[in-house]
């Protein structure tokens, strides 16, 4: 059997006390409008590896769930912001990728749906709005986002609400500076701040306290993190420590595969720590493989967004995914939230990619996952179950980390 059908049967014997519990521990706290988890499972692991608070897949979510997404997006913003009007949303700069801009128009729509003025903008001053083109072959229409004494202006409109999709790999300081104009995520959760670290930190605690209470064992849903830092990739002393932290942290893994029973050989990713784009990623078995990198990959492992150099790495235990294509070809569930409610998923699939590999990068394609289902009923859904809880623990991980970190979500209630 395998474990996610453990912790699916689990959590159908003890809804109610698992609806208790989270409830609880979201008291008093700030959650995202929106976020994306890209989720692993081994079999005998279930876990996030990824969690983005500008997701970029809301054009690739199940139809079902794009249809009932704008009631959700309805009941946050009226819950946490009142009756707030007039909305922006604010993407990134600099990016032809046709298919982000498909998911800008599809977030446009969800939240025109649900009965706001919305409008796509850029933090920068332009002459003239600009006419994107999406992959479906539609155009967005984009505009500046002017900061007036510290509100927010948007095509001569004041703006209620700003919706970021911008990472905020840049942090955009002067442009910024003295805005009033609540943002959501705030500006301060994003890369040119955030680190993935503290995310797995709070989230491989919060499980602890999840699997005691369904009875489980607690590493089946924790994903083991370390840091490492200076990080320079030219140095040949910081990449033998480096070689030598790897060595040293998948003896551990292996030492827990043991008591697990879990026969695979660990392995692990090296990322970036205020990393996005899946840039700076790179996969590895032992220390010597990293004393071994030619200068084409210590190029890449040294490049971030926005031209920012890597100084700080997160060691990430490598979850194999046993979902694989009749192409042979590997797939990984992905899980959409709003707040603290599950909204949309799908599987990406990638036939040239293996299952211990990245499978976010170019040439993924999009396949039905609709957490929709769970509405018609629970017991007959264990893979969205279980991914579902998976990505609502990861949202309430995000909630902890912005508490931790003292970052506010100003106009939030």
Known sequence: MYIQDEIHNKIVENCSRVTEWYHERAKGLEFPVYASFDVRDSG????????????????????????AAHEIVRRYVSNHYGEVKSLAL????HTGNVFYWENIRT?????????YSISACLPREMNQP???ATSSGANVVVH???????QMWVDNQKIDLVICNNDFSVDYEQWYEGIRTPFNPPRELGWYRRKKYSFFQQYNVLVTDFAKLIDINPNCLQVATDVFSPFDANDV?????????VDEFLDRIREQYKIQGIKSEPFCF?????????????QARSGAEIQDWNNKVRKKMRAAKGGREVTELIIQEGIPTRYHEPDGGAAEPCIYTVGDDLVGGFLRSH????????????GAVYKRLCVSDLQIKIANCPMENVYGWVSRLGVLAIALEAQAGDIKFYGYR
């Open 44 to 67: 005998e692991k279930v876990v996030p590896v990824d969690a983005n608070l500008f997701p970029a897949g809301f054009n690739n979510i199940c139809p079902t769930d794009k249809e």
């Open 90 to 93: 604010l993407c990134e700069e």
């Open 107 to 115: 977030l446009l729509k969800i939240f025109e749906a649900a009965g």
């Open 130 to 132: 600009v006419t994107v």
């Open 144 to 150: 500046s986002a002017i900061n007036r004494d510290g």
């Open 237 to 245: 002393d910081s990449r033998d420590q480096l070689a030598k932290k």
């Open 270 to 282: 090296l990322k970036n720590n205020s990393g996005t784009y899946g840039l700076a990623v790179m």
């Open 351 to 362: 036939s040239e990619k293996g299952p211990d590999e990245s499978l976010n990068s170019p």
